[in-house]
Nanobody, 124 residues
């Protein structure tokens, strides 16, 4: 069992930056691949980024490459999402998730545990 708690969301102007954090409970954090997803009002949840257990492999949604960076610190049981050059269309609830599987991390059904989400609002 893994419990995930996101933080770092908020209101930011277009062009600004935010760093989201996701803290995981338990001593097996390094046993899970980690991902970030987001869901905007009226839209389906979509994949943002993922990292494998060691952080050796990282995946991004094509549309977000270059602006978002995922990283993890297994010593701190935390995964991060650095977001820069934010746009109003990045406004969404951002979720982190943990997956037991090694690969194929681009779909929400690949994940076993989810956080409660943190709101990111980008004003124009």
């Amino acid at each position: 069992q893994v419990q995930l708690v996101e933080s770092g969301g908020g209101l930011v102007q277009a062009g600004g930056s935010l760093r989201l954090s996701c803290a995981a409970s338990g001593r097996t954090f390094s046993s899970y691949a980690m991902g970030w997803f987001r869901q905007a009002p009226g839209k389906e949840r979509e994949f943002v980024a993922a990292t494998t257990r060691s952080g050796g492999n990282i995946y991004y949604a094509d549309s977000l490459k270059g602006r978002f960076t995922i990283s993890r610190d297994n010593a701190k049981n935390t995964v991060y999402l650095q977001m820069s050059s934010l746009k109003p269309e990045d406004t969404a609830v951002y979720y982190c998730a943990a997956a037991r599987r090694l690969y194929g991390l681009g779909r929400d059904r690949d994940y076993d545990y989810w956080g409660q989400g943190t709101q990111v609002t980008v004003s124009s």
